[in-house]
């Protein structure tokens, strides 16, 4: 059997829907079953809502969740013609737009918006589209079976941010879906969401549905694992910044993880995880171009003499910077320094220290920025003092450019390639990094540098040039 992932464009309204329907009708010989986004802006739009009502103003959330109600409802309509099929799923759309406004009206009360109740709201939005999918899948005569990702996504009550319990996933999963499947039906379930053990809803993060299609597929020892999405794969760069871009054809799973980790928008990080644990291949394909092949994610890939495979950007960040001549030789200064920023939660993208020992510097999004410093000036108030540690301040407005591939690997001169190609570019760099695997050469630039830097390193590869 196969999973099948449709993301949010892919499901944006009764045309898109339709073409889904057609997609997983071809697929039907591979006992398929289905997991489906949020139509594309309903989870934001939902998110407003909450946050209009916990502010006080429960009539503009109402308002916004009106708007929301009618376009399901004119989506559900151009689906389905036959009346007596239309009344069965306007109704599972107004007992959802009830439960909406109950929530709603109790976050307006309360004036108060906690991640629980947040993603109690935010849920809503895949259940909505999944209906409306199921509905258009049996409109064609295909056996599509609504199923609850609640009843078998069981994680953590990490609220916004929910992690999986796999072995009690695992067993829910087999038990309501093998059935399903073994009986030529199709699952259709939703992405992003799933529940704790005692049932309070939760969602894994936003991109979180491609990371649920992966557990599935893993849970269910699923042959291939494809993402449906609006673009024919892993590009070498960004078409928007690099024209003459193309689609990678074939990544093995340490390029591809690194390439969704250092902001390639197609895959969500953690998808790679379950599909490397069970040998699964994932492929990244469009909804609205069926016919291409997309990009195909495996352990082992072909060598087809390219070191380099892709290039890509992180952008909105800032590096922050402990520098002290008393560092130098001191043991636990590292330590000191990221405990104090893990405490705060905040998620640290690129480390690099001095060989001298006197600095160290790493890379965080500038939203964190603040809550970095005032950790680390707490931590190390008395070494400020003393003079041990000379400064520590945070650069914003830098990127991240990485420049990823499998072949960079015991290749030498790939650095000099892409230094030089920075050079003759005008390019500084401020900061670099590269992981002992070196699949990933990652470099600090100034953000309105970023574009630049991936134009020259693409060119500088000749990665243009199909292979």
Request: charged share 20%; with cysteine.
């Amino acid at each position: 059997m196969i999973v099948m992932k449709f993301g949010g464009t892919s499901v944006q309204g009764a045309a898109a829907m339709r073409q889904v329907a057609q997609i997983v009708r071809s697929r039907v010989a591979r006992r398929p079953a289905v997991v489906v986004s949020a139509m594309s802006g309903v989870t934001d739009a939902l998110t407003r809502c909450a946050q209009e009502a916990h502010q006080g103003h429960e009539q503009e959330a109402l308002r916004q969740l009106e708007l929301l109600t009618e376009r399901h409802l004119i989506t559900s309509n151009e689906l389905i013609q036959d009346p007596s099929h239309q009344r069965p799923l306007h109704d599972a759309i107004e007992k959802h737009v009830q439960e909406i406004q109950l929530l709603l009206r109790g976050l307006a009360l309360l004036g108060e918006l906690t991640p629980r109740s947040l993603d109690a709201v935010m849920a809503y939005g895949e259940r909505l589209s999944s209906l409306l999918l199921v509905a258009a899948l049996r409109a064609r005569q295909l056996k599509a079976e609504w199923v609850d990702a609640r009843e078998w996504m069981i994680t953590d009550d990490q609220f916004t941010r929910a992690n999986p319990l796999m072995e009690l996933c695992e067993t829910r999963a087999r038990e309501l879906m093998s059935p399903l499947i073994k009986k030529g039906k199709i699952p259709v379930t939703q992405g992003f969401l799933g529940a704790t053990q005692d049932g309070r809803t939760t969602t894994l993060g936003r991109g979180g549905s491609d990371y649920s299609a992966a557990v599935l597929g893993a849970l269910l020892d699923a042959e291939e694992i494809e993402i449906w999405t609006d673009v024919d794969g892993v590009m070498t760069a960004d078409p928007r910044i690099v024209p003459e871009a193309h689609t990678i054809s074939e990544l093995s799973y340490a390029e591809a993880a690194e390439l969704a980790y250092f902001g390639a928008k197609v895959l969500h990080p953690k998808t790679i995880l379950p599909a490397i644990e069970r040998n699964i291949p994932l492929r990244i394909l469009n909804t609205f171009s069926p016919g291409k092949t997309g990009t195909r994610i495996v352990r082992q890939v072909c060598n087809d003499g390219r070191t380099v495979k892709a290039i890509t950007a992180i952008t909105g960040l800032s590096l922050v910077t402990v520098e002290g001549r008393g560092m130098l030789g001191v043991p636990g200064i590292a330590a000191k320094v990221f405990t104090a920023v893990a405490r705060e939660s905040v998620n640290v993208l690129m480390i690099s220290q001095s060989s001298s020992e006197q600095s160290i510097c790493f890379v965080v999004e500038t939203s964190s920025a603040g809550q970095a410093l005032k950790a680390l000036h707490e931590v190390f108030e008395l070494e400020l003092v003393r003079r041990n540690i000379d400064r520590i301040e945070a650069q914003e407005g830098v990127a991240i450019v990485a420049v990823v591939g499998a072949g960079m690997r015991g290749t030498p001169g790939i650095g000099a390639k892409v230094f030089g190609a920075l050079g003759k570019g005008q390019i500084n760099v401020i900061s670099v990094a590269q992981g002992s695997s070196e699949h990933n050469l990652s470099l600090v630039v100034r953000e309105e540098d970023a574009s630049r830097a991936i134009r020259e390193i693409h060119r500088e590869f000749q990665l243009g040039r199909r292979a």
